[in-house]
């Protein structure tokens, strides 16, 4: 789980920077199969392009790094599906989703729900035994992350691919067409960062180094309950 865990971070960190500079080179955004400077947008990034051809309201481009960012890009991704695929076969083998990311029972009602959302929202420290488990919260969250953010956002940057849909057009066609797959693939990846905010929050919130170290070093060392 920690080797995955790295990869991930690498492979995530890379994708959000090319990701960045992919955008820059066409900040414009359409609904649909087809799309380009010349056609109505959806929605548009008020930023400079790195294009002179695509209109931004900017008598200026930014440098043009969208060669590189396209390359890096497609490598993380793969290496990101792989780790995923090591992730989920480790997981289902060992019990790793069942026992420590499904809600247990008494964390599935809307009650306990609420008290833990009122807890993260008063910056409330946990103690020693919670610190060391997921809560009902974080639980569901890893759960969405993981099997429909992280999937959804593979499928729709492959819907981006030529080759992959001219293999699997229908995947293409479920997401209402290749530009519409982009706006998707735009808007999961922000839901992903915002994701990656609150998870280093939370952490901080629940002891910066007594989390990190088993992420790290594969040991535990138990808190001191406060009296």
């Given at each position: 789980m920690r080797v995955t865990h790295w990869i991930t971070v690498v492979c995530f960190v890379a994708l959000l920077v090319t990701g960045a500079e992919i955008v820059v080179s066409h900040p414009r955004f359409y609904w649909g199969e087809t799309g380009n400077s010349g056609t109505p947008v959806l929605f548009k990034i008020p930023i400079p392009s790195s294009r002179a051809t695509v209109p931004s309201g900017y008598n200026y481009v930014m440098p043009d790094q969208n060669g590189w960012s396209r390359y890096l890009h497609f490598e993380a991704?793969?290496?990101?599906?792989?780790?995923?695929?090591?992730?989920?076969?480790?997981?289902?083998?060992?019990?790793?989703?069942?026992?420590?990311?499904?809600?247990?029972?008494?964390?599935?009602?809307?009650?306990?729900?609420?008290?833990?959302?009122?807890?993260?929202?008063?910056?409330?420290?946990?103690?020693?035994?919670?610190?060391?488990?997921?809560?009902a919260l974080q639980r569901v969250s890893y759960l969405g992350v993981i099997f429909l953010l992280f999937p959804l956002v593979i499928l729709t940057g492959l819907a981006l691919s030529p080759g992959f849909n001219a293999a699997f057009p229908i995947v293409v066609d479920t997401f209402g067409g290749r530009q519409s797959a982009r706006t998707l693939h735009f808007f999961i990846s922000i839901a992903?960062?915002?994701?990656?905010?609150?998870?280093?929050?939370?952490?901080?919130?629940?002891?910066?180094?007594?989390?990190?170290?088993?992420?790290?070093?594969?040991?535990?060392?138990?808190p001191q309950e406060r009296v």
């Open positions: 991704a793969w290496a990101l599906v792989l780790t995923g695929l090591l992730y989920a076969l480790w997981g289902l083998r060992t019990g790793h989703f069942r026992s420590n990311l499904f809600p247990a029972p008494g964390d599935r009602t809307p009650n306990a729900f609420l008290k833990i959302i009122l807890g993260h929202l008063r910056f409330k420290r946990p103690s020693a035994s919670e610190a060391l488990t997921y809560n992903l960062l915002g994701f990656l905010f609150i998870h280093v929050a939370m952490i901080i919130l629940a002891g910066f180094r007594s989390r990190l170290r088993p992420m790290i070093t594969g040991t535990v060392k138990l």
